[in-house]
């Protein structure tokens, strides 16, 4: 696959090296969480775990936030969206992630690397808007993904997996969502 042919097509995709400042409040806090190295600071009671999936918050100022998800293998993440959540979303290895019920970055694509053999996943982020259903699904040995937040309406972050809409994980996790 040519990567960079690929990528084009979806203009919500970016690369690293592409964020600025000045476009809007979450791409100025990516752009400084990632040009400027921001120390990590996690707060109390960050660890997140429900259903197949492990969350933790690595950095909060305000209303935004960085969360790393582990998940299990062969998890699905069912299509949902966040209302008070804009996010970019990068794969860090063995994940799949749909919106619109559209696969934008396949499992095979969390697998490319360069030359170093280095990931190519973990320079791309994927915005996710508020309204945008999206999911996702973890391959047989698992993955990883950050999420890079911007929490809006006034909404104290948390984690997203409890700032839900649409079809729940399981039970436990149903139990969680507080905008229900
Ligand atoms: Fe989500």
Redesign the pocket.
């Known amino acids: 696959m040519d990567v960079s042919l690929f990528l084009k097509k979806h203009k919500d995709i970016l690369h690293l090296d592409d964020l600025s400042l000045g476009k809007d409040e979450l791409t100025d806090f990516a752009f400084n969480f990632f040009k400027h190295r921001l120390f990590f600071y996690t707060p109390q009671n960050s660890v997140y775990i429900v259903e197949g999936v492990k969350g933790v918050v690595l950095y909060r100022e305000n209303n935004k936030q960085v969360q790393l998800f582990i998940v299990e293998p062969n998890s699905v993440?069912p299509s949902?969206?966040?209302p008070d959540v804009d996010?970019y979303?990068m794969l860090l290895c063995g994940m799949e992630f749909n919106i619109n019920n559209k696969i934008v970055l396949p499992l095979r694509f969390s697998r490319l690397t360069d030359k170093n053999n280095h990931p190519l996943g973990a320079r791309y982020l994927l915005r996710?808007k508020p309204n945008d259903p999206?999911?996702g699904k973890s391959g047989p040995n698992g993955g990883a993904f950050l999420?890079i937040q911007c929490w809006l309406n006034g909404k104290i972050p948390t984690s997203?997996g409890e700032n839900?809409v649409g079809e729940t994980m399981g039970g436990i996790h149903q139990s969680k969502v507080l905008n229900k």
């Open positions: 993440i949902h969206h966040h996010s979303e996710v999206h999911g999420s997203v839900w």
